[in-house]
């Protein structure tokens, strides 16, 4: 089992920047892929950025467009989103997720461990 916990996030005016981060516990494997998604209301949960956690290749939606930065620190446990000039359609909760191999990384529905979200509001 992965436990992943996330933290950050908040309210900010649109140009801004937040960043969220995720803190993984329980099992670690060699192959492990960390992912954020994010969900907005009424709309079904997105793909934002990826990074595989041991050779820290990264992968990002297009709407992200160099705008977020995914990361991880030296201990391979914590990833990174850092959000700058955020827009208003950025408003949603953004969940960490994890799975154990370097497949499919953009689907949300192959990922098998998740955080509990959280929020992120950007006003206009």
């Known amino acids: 089992q992965v436990q992943l916990v996330e933290s950050g996030g908040g309210l900010v005016q649109a140009g801004g920047s937040l960043s969220v981060s995720c803190a993984a516990s329980g099992r670690t494997f060699s192959n492990v892929a960390m992912g954020w998604f994010r969900q907005a209301p009424g709309k079904e949960r997105e793909f934002v950025a990826a990074?595989?956690?041991?050779?820290?290749?990264?992968y990002y939606a297009d709407f992200v467009n160099g705008r977020f930065t995914i990361s991880r620190d030296n201990t391979k446990t914590t990833v990174y989103l850092q959000m700058n000039s955020l827009k208003p359609e950025d408003t949603g909760v953004y969940y960490c997720?994890?799975?154990?191999?370097?497949?499919?990384?953009?689907?949300?529905?192959?990922?098998?461990?998740w955080g509990q979200g959280t929020q992120v509001t950007v006003s206009a």
């Open positions: 997720a994890a799975k154990l191999d370097y497949n499919n990384l953009r689907v949300a529905d192959e990922y098998p461990y």
């Open positions: 990074i595989t956690v041991s050779f820290a290749r990264t």
